[in-house]
C-alpha cells in the first residue's frame, strides 16, 4: 500500500492552511527543498533571553518560560535538520542548559512550577520537585545534545559527559525501560555516542540492551495503535537504515499500512490524547500537533518508499 499523490497534496494544502510557522518551514525543509535558515528563523520566537524555550514549543504546555522539556523540543528540531553548533540559538539553548536552572544535580526536571499559571496538558500539572524528576526523561537526552553541541574542552562537556554516564549505570542495573518516553531519550543519547562520543564505558552493553528493550516496549497488539497511545514501532524506528528495523520489519509495515489507511476527514492524522480541561487552548494544540503528526507520518512514508510519488 502507497499513499497517493492525491492524498499527499491534500496533506500538503491542510499544512499550508494549518501549520505554524515553525511546522510550515519543516514540512518545506524535508519536502520542498526549504532551508535550515528558515526553521532558525521560526524556532528564533520561541527562545528567551536566557537561551531557553518556552511559549508552547511544545505544544501541551503553553507556558511562556524556558523549561527543560521546551528547549528539549527544540534541540528535537534542531537536531533533525542537522544544525550546526555555531548557530546563535544552539548557542543561546546550551547557554541556558549550563546556567542550571530546573536542573537538580542529577537530573533536569520536566515539570516547572509556572507550568500551573498558563494553559497546559494534566501530565505538565506541577506538584513538587520529586514528582517532577521522570527518571532520565529528558535529561539522558540533553545530555546527549551537550556531548553533541559542545567541544570537548568545555567544563559544560565533561558535566554531560558525566551526566551520560550515570545515566547510562543506571539503566543497565535496572529491568528493562517500561516508559517509551524515557526510552526514547536514552535512544538519543546513544544516537549522539555514536556519532561523536564512543569511548564510554559500557556502551557496547548499552546498546546491545536498548535493541532488547525496543523489541520489548513495542505494542505488539496492532488493533491497540489504532485508538490508543502506545509505544508503535515508528517511535522508535523511522528508516530501513534504522539498527532495531530488522527485528522488527514485520510490525513496521503494517504501521504503515495503518497509516496510510487511517487519514481521517480533514485529509490528515488525529492524535490519540485530549487534555480534558481547557478546551479551547487544546483545540489550538491538537491542530499543532496534528501537522507535527503530519510531518513524522509522511518523512516515515517517504523514507520507506511509500508514497506514489512527490
Known amino acids: 500500500?502507497?499513499?497517493?499523490?492525491?492524498?499527499?497534496?491534500?496533506?500538503?494544502?491542510w499544512m499550508y492552511r494549518n501549520a505554524r510557522p515553525i511546522d510550515l518551514a519543516r514540512w518545506q525543509y524535508h519536502f520542498e527543498q526549504g532551508s535550515k535558515e528558515n526553521i532558525f528563523k521560526a524556532l528564533a520566537v520561541y527562545q528567551n533571553e536566557d537561551g531557553g524555550f518556552g511559549h508552547a514549543l511544545e505544544a501541551d504546555c503553553w507556558n511562556p518560560n524556558s523549561s527543560p522539556i521546551q528547549t528539549w523540543r527544540a534541540l528535537e528540531i534542531i537536531y533533525e535538520i542537522d544544525g550546526e553548533a555555531n548557530n546563535p540559538i544552539v548557542k543561546g539553548i546550551l547557554s541556558y542548559l549550563k546556567n542550571g536552572k530546573d536542573f537538580t544535580g542529577k537530573y533536569w526536571l520536566a515539570q516547572i512550577p509556572s507550568n500551573n499559571d498558563y494553559p497546559h496538558a494534566p501530565w505538565w500539572t506541577f506538584t513538587d520537585e520529586e514528582k517532577a524528576v521522570w527518571g532520565y526523561n529528558p535529561t539522558a537526552a540533553l545530555a546527549g545534545?551537550?556531548?553533541?553541541?559542545?567541544?570537548?574542552?568545555?567544563?559544560?562537556?565533561?558535566?554531560?559527559?558525566?551526566?551520560?554516564?550515570?545515566?547510562?549505570?543506571?539503566?543497565?542495573?535496572n529491568s528493562l525501560c517500561d516508559n517509551m518516553h524515557e526510552l526514547s531519550c536514552y535512544l538519543r543519547l546513544a544516537e549522539c555516542i555514536e556519532k561523536y562520543n564512543s569511548n564510554i564505558e559500557n556502551y557496547q552493553e548499552f546498546i546491545s540492551k536498548?535493541?532488547?528493550?525496543v523489541e520489548h516496549i513495542i505494542e505488539k497488539?496492532?488493533?491497540?495503535?489504532?485508538?490508543?497511545?502506545?509505544?508503535?514501532?515508528?517511535?522508535?524506528?523511522?528508516?530501513?537504515?534504522?539498527?532495531?528495523?530488522?527485528?522488527?520489519?514485520?510490525?513496521v509495515d503494517a504501521e504503515l499500512d495503518i497509516i496510510i489507511a487511517s487519514i481521517n476527514e480533514e485529509g490528515v492524522w488525529n492524535i490519540p490524547w485530549n487534555w480534558g480541561i481547557y478546551e479551547h487552548e487544546f483545540a489550538i494544540s491538537e491542530n499543532w500537533w496534528k501537522a507535527n503528526a503530519v510531518i513524522d507520518n509522511v518523512k516515515l512514508l517517504k523514507n520507506f518508499n511509500r508514497i506514489e510519488e512527490i
Open 145 to 173: 545534545f551537550i556531548l553533541f553541541y559542545e567541544t570537548e574542552e568545555s567544563e559544560m562537556y565533561n558535566k554531560a559527559l558525566n551526566l551520560a554516564t550515570q545515566a547510562i549505570d543506571v539503566y543497565l542495573s
Open 1 to 13: 500500500m502507497k499513499l497517493k499523490i492525491s492524498n499527499y497534496n491534500e496533506i500538503r494544502n
Open 210 to 213: 536498548l535493541k532488547e528493550n
Open 221 to 251: 497488539d496492532i488493533e491497540n495503535w489504532k485508538n490508543q497511545y502506545c509505544a508503535t514501532p515508528s517511535r522508535f524506528i523511522q528508516s530501513p537504515e534504522s539498527p532495531y528495523y530488522e527485528k522488527n520489519a514485520k510490525l
